[in-house]
């Protein structure tokens, strides 16, 4: 007759010291820690990137185009009267666009680099001051507004 395995020996086999679903959410949350902040970027990315070239420029684009595409004095004088909030944007979408071309994409990257850098600003800010869920949910709802 074979002695009894004592209660102890039967916990230890049933129930190893970390179990696997345990090992596997500690790996997850480390990659969280490390790379969680580039999830809400890379949504935004997925979000814009693709539909940069889509649609005809609205507006507010053409507008900006039409400011930055006129000869530097020229937009100088126009800054000296009107829209001074937006002159250092004007003058980077100058200096943009002589360098690559006036295509709907080259308008509208300047600012789909601008919202991707507030998304990550804004997920680190939020996983600094409510860990990193609060950095998750504040990235993600940027990236999706």
Known sequence: MTPAPSTYALAAVARPSQPRSGRLRAVGRLAADRYGGLVPVALAASLTLPFLQRSPLWADEADSASAALRPLSALLRLLGHQDGPLAA?????????????????????????????????????????????????????????
């Open 89 to 145: 944007y004007y003058l980077l979408l100058h200096g943009w666009l002589r360098l690559v071309g006036t295509s709907a994409w080259s308008i509208r990257l300047p600012s789909t680099l601008a919202l991707l850098a507030a998304v990550a600003l804004t997920t680190r800010l939020g996983r600094r001051l409510a860990g990193p869920r609060g950095g998750l949910i504040g990235g993600g709802l940027l990236a999706t507004n």
